[in-house]
């Protein structure tokens, strides 16, 4: 029979009945517990989608609680009842009265919460978290249970490595606090853990100050070593006053090129380079800062366009508000969305590659496999990050082999009819990778053999299994990974 999900929204929590006779028209909570499940179509066709819009599972029924004690009771009560059911938690953006209380240092934030009203809240205090998704608009306990990657990393780590305390809900209805000194198993279990472990109700953010504007850089490269070797030398000066965000995208011939953010005076010749290099490199960076005057902005724009190796007469430069660069990807999404473009399939396809292998995975993958494809729709990224700013305590995987770790983005959008063809292009990617012995690491993947499960978390699968044990040990939490 099909899983038969029970979903709550506080961050939004799925419940999805273990494999039994029991029917969507047979979920019954007691009165005890003091809480409302919904069933009518519209809340249950809302909880069925999640953005990849490829996978559909029906609900049985949608919870949204206002307190973390009702999670707690709704989550004890599955642990110990005679109807076993099964408990996923999904950030919906719905925090607890909107509001993130902003102390000396840190933020304490309901998980439900979006980043973007973390921003706004700590930005009118001046401060702010200190590491970024690209896209604000999803939940801290979202982001806290995969890992949270933006182009902020390589100076200040993933946003897993900025939490200094979390409130978690256990399989087992506990409510416990935890950090590094405090329930540390908990702790560092949760953070990167699929949401296996608990459910994340509040987490203690890392704030320094807010800068008020960014000077926002993109510069072309036709070589791909040349664009490769300054990503790495920008990168190397993670703790020196250099730029404070890094990130690099393909503009491909067989794909769509976004030449907007050049002067118009520069976009046709732009496109004539795809077509001719077939791959241009875009170097995108940027510098945050408060007073323009100050000597180290001069001294960081002079060694942009001074000292690195683009194509000569292919930079620009946009200076933007602090919020608005953060928040850049929302004007795309307004856009796609006007189009009717944004909730379609998401195929993406995301990975971890070595940084002494990065040249054998643009030559077999990129060069030898995307650049092949009749056309591509959608974005491909790809730069490094510093391994060193990645904690192995946590449960999230990262390539352990170099100090130098290259972050890609493979970002296509799809229709309903073509998902196999991604998908079936994804499959490829993997195995030309296995096959060349390139040591990738998914993120945000979706194994269904525990086999891969087992592979992908390597050496912490032990520990994983274990942790699995002691918080859930009646399998409730986050079964759609299929991991236990």
Same mark, same amino acid.
């Given at each position: 029979?099909?899983?038969?999900?029970?979903?709550?929204?506080?961050?939004? &929590?799925?419940?999805?009945?273990?494999?039994?006779?029991? +029917?969507?028209?047979?979920?019954?909570?007691?009165?005890?517990?003091?809480? $409302?499940?919904?069933?009518?179509?519209?809340?249950?066709?809302?909880?069925? %989608?999640?953005?990849?819009?490829?996978?559909?599972?029906?609900?049985?029924?949608?919870?949204?609680?206002?307190?973390?004690?009702?999670?707690?009771?709704?989550?004890?009560?599955?642990?110990?009842?005679?109807? @076993?059911?099964? &408990?996923?938690?999904?950030?919906?953006?719905?925090?607890?009265?909107? =509001?993130?209380?902003?102390?000396?240092?840190?933020?304490?934030?309901?998980?439900?919460?979006?980043?973007?009203?973390?921003?706004?809240? $700590?930005?009118? +205090?001046?401060?702010?978290?200190?590491?970024?998704?690209?896209?604000?608009?999803?939940?801290?306990?979202?982001?806290?249970?995969?890992?949270?990657?933006?182009?902020?990393?390589?100076?200040?780590?993933?946003?897993?490595?900025?939490?200094?305390?979390? /409130?978690?809900?256990?399989?087992?209805?506990?409510?416990?606090?935890?950090?590094?000194?405090?329930?540390?198993?908990?702790?560092?279990? #949760?953070?990167?853990?699929?949401?296996?472990?608990?459910?994340?109700?509040?987490?203690?953010?890392?704030?320094? %100050?807010?800068?008020?504007?960014?000077?926002?850089?993109?510069?072309?490269?036709?070589?791909?070593?040349?664009?490769? +070797?300054? =990503?790495?030398?920008?990168?190397?000066?993670?703790?020196?006053?250099? #730029?404070?965000?890094?990130?690099?995208?393909?503009?491909?011939?067989?794909?769509?090129?976004?030449?907007?953010?050049?002067?118009?005076?520069?976009?046709?010749?732009?496109?004539?380079?795809? @077509?001719?290099?077939?791959?241009?490199? &875009?170097?995108?960076?940027?510098?945050?800062?408060?007073?323009?005057?100050?000597?180290?902005?001069?001294?960081?724009?002079?060694?942009?366009?001074?000292?690195?190796?683009?194509?000569?007469?292919?930079?620009?430069?946009?200076?933007?508000?602090?919020? /608005?660069?953060?928040?850049? #990807?929302?004007?795309?999404?307004?856009?796609?969305?006007?189009?009717?473009?944004?909730?379609?399939?998401?195929?993406?396809?995301?990975?971890? &590659?070595?940084?002494?292998?990065?040249?054998?995975? %643009?030559?077999?993958?990129?060069?030898?496999?995307?650049?092949?494809?009749?056309?591509?729709?959608?974005?491909?990224?790809?730069?490094?990050?510093?391994?060193?700013?990645?904690?192995?305590?946590?449960?999230?995987? #990262?390539?352990?082999?170099?100090?130098?770790?290259?972050?890609?983005?493979?970002?296509?959008?799809? $229709?309903?009819?073509?998902?196999?063809?991604?998908?079936?292009?994804?499959?490829?990617?993997?195995?030309?990778?296995? /096959?060349?012995?390139?040591?990738?690491?998914?993120?945000?993947? %979706?194994? $269904?053999?525990?086999?891969?499960?087992?592979?992908?978390?390597?050496? +912490?699968?032990?520990?994983?299994?274990?942790?699995? /044990?002691?918080?859930?040990?009646?399998?409730?939490?986050?079964?759609?990974?299929?991991?236990?």
């Amino acid at each position: 029979m099909a899983d038969l999900p029970l979903m709550i929204t506080l961050m939004t &929590v799925l419940i999805y009945l273990l494999p039994s006779c029991i +029917k969507s028209s047979e979920i019954i909570l007691p009165k005890s517990l003091n809480l $409302t499940l919904l069933t009518d179509p519209s809340a249950i066709s809302a909880a069925s %989608h999640d953005f990849g819009n490829i996978t559909t599972v029906i609900p049985g029924g949608v919870i949204c609680p206002s307190s973390p004690a009702e999670i707690s009771r709704l989550l004890s009560y599955a642990s110990n009842g005679e109807r @076993k059911f099964q &408990v996923a938690a999904r950030g919906q953006g719905h925090s607890l009265k909107g =509001q993130a209380a902003v102390l000396n240092g840190y933020a304490d934030v309901a998980g439900g919460t979006l980043w973007v009203d973390v921003l706004k809240n $700590t930005a009118e +205090k001046g401060v702010s978290p200190v590491s970024w998704t690209d896209y604000l608009h999803v939940s801290i306990g979202g982001t806290l249970s995969n890992a949270g990657i933006g182009g902020e990393v390589f100076r200040n780590g993933p946003q897993i490595s900025n939490v200094l305390e979390l /409130d978690v809900i256990t399989g087992k209805g506990e409510m416990l606090a935890c950090s590094s000194q405090l329930n540390s198993e908990l702790f560092y279990g #949760v953070l990167g853990g699929l949401g296996q472990f608990g459910i994340i109700t509040r987490a203690r953010i890392v704030l320094n %100050h807010a800068p008020k504007r960014a000077k926002w850089f993109r510069m072309l490269y036709s070589d791909f070593t040349a664009f490769t +070797k300054d =990503q790495e030398r920008l990168i190397s000066m993670a703790d020196d006053a250099g #730029v404070d965000y890094l990130e690099g995208q393909l503009f491909m011939s067989n794909g769509v090129v976004d030449t907007s953010f050049f002067p118009q005076s520069n976009q046709s010749k732009i496109a004539d380079l795809v @077509k001719s290099h077939g791959i241009i490199y &875009v170097l995108e960076v940027a510098k945050f800062y408060d007073d323009p005057t100050l000597p180290i902005i001069g001294q960081v724009v002079d060694m942009l366009t001074r000292t690195l190796s683009y194509l000569p007469g292919f930079i620009s430069m946009h200076d933007v508000a602090y919020f /608005d660069f953060l928040n850049r #990807v929302k004007a795309e999404e307004d856009k796609l969305r006007s189009l009717g473009l944004w909730e379609v399939p998401h195929p993406w396809l995301n990975l971890y &590659v070595p940084k002494s292998q990065i040249l054998d995975f %643009h030559n077999g993958v990129v060069k030898d496999i995307l650049l092949k494809q009749n056309s591509t729709s959608g974005l491909t990224l790809l730069y490094p990050s510093n391994r060193n700013k990645w904690d192995n305590r946590m449960s999230a995987m #990262v390539t352990d082999e170099e100090d130098v770790v290259y972050i890609i983005g493979i970002l296509q959008s799809a $229709t309903p009819q073509n998902v196999p063809e991604v998908e079936s292009l994804n499959d490829s990617i993997i195995r030309v990778c296995k /096959d060349s012995g390139i040591k990738i690491k998914q993120y945000l993947m %979706h194994y $269904t053999r525990k086999e891969d499960w087992v592979e992908h978390f390597g050496t +912490k699968w032990s520990d994983f299994s274990k942790r699995k /044990d002691l918080f859930d040990p009646k399998k409730l939490l986050s079964p759609g990974q299929d991991i236990f």
